[in-house]
């Protein structure tokens, strides 16, 4: 699983009139309560894009307190050698960690935990005011990139971080003013530290 590959099926899964099967509601309704709308998001569409990811991962909750990651078992590898030996066989890899936050001023500290688990991709799922994000999600991506580089665990290698930025409240009336979620999607560019937007 790459950045473009989570990217596309995110967008593609999150149609603001897609019904939620357990409720019946649209994505769109369910976006009004904070706490069921990370629910569906975590639970629902994430843990869907990473179980039905072609290398066969498997999506977990609340590990590492991160709100979901894709792991790959290898455990038949060693299952034998384990076995003779008395351990149980436990041998995975960590393809992909993901997490997701509604409070728009927030989820700094989310890119910041990411940058101390290692993975192959790493992905923040976020909120800017909808009236103001031309404008606004620059600076708030190259902020972030500034920090990430201050962090001493940060390290230039195979590992992608992908900022998925989507519509929240308007900036001067504190309500909503849009009609969709208008998710884009950033990916870090390490030769030059800074997040370019996909198509």
């Not at 999150?14 to 709308?37: L, R, W």
């Not at 972030?144 to 230039?156: L, S």
Request: net charge negative; hydrophobic share 35%.
């Amino acid at each position: 699983m790459n950045a473009n590959y989570f990217y596309s099926q995110f967008v593609s899964e999150m149609k603001e009139s897609n019904v939620f099967e357990k409720t019946g509601q649209t994505y769109f309704d369910i976006y009004k309560d904070f706490k069921a709308f990370t629910e569906l998001v975590n639970k629902y569409v994430i843990h869907n894009i990473i179980e039905n990811d072609p290398e066969g991962l498997k999506a977990q909750h609340e590990y590492y307190r991160i709100d979901t990651v894709g792991w790959k078992s290898n455990y038949k590898d060693i299952i034998y050698e384990a076995g003779d030996i008395g351990l149980n066989p436990h041998l995975w890899d960590l393809k992909v960690a993901i997490e997701h936050e509604n409070d728009i001023s927030d989820w700094t500290d989310e890119v910041i935990k990411l940058v101390h688990i290692k993975c192959p991709l790493k992905v923040i799922i976020c909120y800017n005011h909808c009236d103001i994000r031309d404008k606004s999600d620059p600076k708030k991506l190259s902020f972030v990139a500034d920090c990430m580089n201050k962090v001493r665990a940060f390290h230039y290698g195979n590992e992608e971080y992908l900022i998925i930025i989507g519509n929240s409240c308007n900036s001067i009336t504190h309500k909503s003013s849009y009609d969709c979620f208008d998710y884009r999607g950033y990916v870090l560019d390490n030769r030059d530290m800074k997040f370019i937007q996909l198509s």
